[in-house]
Every structure is written in structure tokens, then in C-alpha cells.
């Protein structure tokens, strides 16, 4: 299995510009996660999709920040417009929900984001 | 105060020796996680579980659900045992599991 696949792998930008991670999960998967992981905060869950719809965005820190999952296989976090205080390692992470939302999660190699 | 408390924040332990990392939590929860992340950055599911224990190798997880605390072990410590552990709890709000909120961590060193 290919496991949970993210590109870009680095990521590095200049304040303003946009910036648009991807994330293909686990096939078969029907949960998808995206996480952010900073020095002074640790790792924080943004928004997690099950069955491609979006069940809880009460972690995307502001209008800056959107996720989409058009189909069971791809999901991207964009960020528009970029500024330093989003630099972090944003990973994602997919699992199949049979009794709860929370089963096991696998997670990808995470993109680390630079934003100058 | 943190939600989710881990303890300790480091440790250095010598391989053979048998770890222990603890999980404290103030808020109801519908299931506990440990994840370890590697000095690389990859980060691994270990466990979920809502009550008893787990094991799986020399990991053996423990939760005590009144006492809101969880115990991550390790027996026969090796230094690839080397990583950061992380402590999730899956918080309970209106009765349905949401919200997932992580602990800082514990970053285990073992030497030979």
C-alpha cells in the first residue's frame, strides 16, 4: 500500500502569495484529516472531512485558510494570502470510520511550509 | 491548565530499561491515542483505545477512565524506541466524539 500521499514535500513562499497543499488518502479511507504542527503549538487538528463532507472546521485558525475534498481520493488545504506565522509542518492523515470518527490514523509525510 | 497533560516532558532512559509515560486529561473523551513521531518527522498511530489496555509488542497501553489518565509503556527499551510520543484524546461535546486535542509530547532518548 502507497500509503497516505502529500505533495508538495517543502514548501517555500513569500508572504502574500498562495499556497495550495495535497493530500491523497488511504484507498478505501472515508475520513480524511488535516493537522498543523508549529515549536509553540504543537499539533493542532484544522478541519477533518468524512465522506468528503467537511464535519468539523472549528480548528482552521481564519478565512485564510480553506480545505476541499471534490472526490474519496484527494483533498487540498490552500492558503491565500500566505503569511510567516502559517510556516509549520501540515500534515494529513486518513482512516476508515467504522464505529466513530476517530479510528486509527494513518498519517502522511507531512509538507513543511516556509513562509518568508 | 493544558486539557490533555503529559509527564515527563523528557527522558533519557538506557536500552533494557522498561519506560513509562503518562497521559493526564481534564475533559470527558470518547477515546484516547498515542502517536509517535520519529526525528524525521513521521508520525505513527500506536494506539486508540476508550478503556482497558493494548499491546501490541513490547508497547502496551493502559487507560483508566474514572481517574481520566492513561499509561504508554515500553519494555525492553532499544534507542529506534527513540521519538516523541504524543498523547490525543477525542473530547465528547452533546454526545458525539468531535473535537481532537493534543498533548505537547514526551521526548524519549534511549542510549546504549
Known amino acids: 500500500d502507497a500509503g497516505v500521499i502529500q505533495s508538495p514535500r517543502h514548501e517555500v513562499t513569500e508572504m502574500g502569495q498562495e499556497v495550495t497543499l495535497r493530500c491523497k488518502p488511504i484507498?478505501?479511507?472515508?475520513?480524511l484529516f488535516w493537522y498543523r504542527q508549529t515549536m509553540m503549538r504543537g499539533l493542532e487538528l484544522l478541519i477533518y472531512?468524512?465522506?468528503?463532507?467537511?464535519?468539523?472546521d472549528s480548528g482552521m485558525p481564519e478565512d485564510r485558510f480553506s480545505a476541499k475534498m471534490p472526490n474519496a481520493s484527494f483533498s487540498t488545504l490552500k492558503i491565500q494570502p500566505s503569511e510567516p506565522r502559517d510556516s509549520a509542518v501540515y500534515f494529513c492523515?486518513?482512516?476508515?470510520?467504522?464505529?466513530?470518527?476517530?479510528?486509527?490514523?494513518?498519517f502522511g509525510p507531512g509538507t513543511r511550509l516556509t513562509v518568508l | 491548565k493544558n486539557e490533555v497533560e503529559q509527564s515527563p516532558q523528557n527522558l533519557t532512559a538506557q536500552e533494557g530499561e522498561f519506560i513509562t509515560i503518562n497521559c493526564s486529561y481534564s475533559?470527558?473523551?470518547?477515546?484516547l491515542h498515542w502517536l509517535q513521531q520519529h526525528p524525521g518527522g513521521g508520525i505513527v498511530s500506536l494506539f486508540m483505545?476508550?478503556?482497558g489496555k493494548k499491546k501490541h509488542g513490547r508497547l502496551i497501553a493502559t487507560i483508566n477512565i474514572q481517574e481520566k489518565h492513561s499509561s504508554l509503556h515500553i519494555t525492553a527499551s532499544h534507542p529506534r524506541d527513540s521519538a516523541v510520543y504524543i498523547c490525543?484524546?477525542?473530547?465528547?461535546?452533546?454526545?458525539?466524539?468531535?473535537?481532537?486535542?493534543f498533548g505537547t509530547g514526551t521526548r524519549l532518548q534511549v542510549t546504549l
Open positions: 492523515a486518513s482512516s476508515f470510520r467504522a464505529s466513530g470518527p476517530w479510528d486509527t490514523q494513518y
Open positions: 484507498s478505501g479511507h472515508n475520513s
Open positions: 472531512f468524512n465522506n468528503n463532507v467537511p464535519i468539523d
Open positions: 475533559v470527558g473523551i470518547s477515546a
Open positions: 483505545l476508550s478503556s
Open positions: 490525543a484524546v477525542t473530547q465528547l461535546s452533546g454526545g458525539t466524539a468531535s473535537k481532537l486535542t
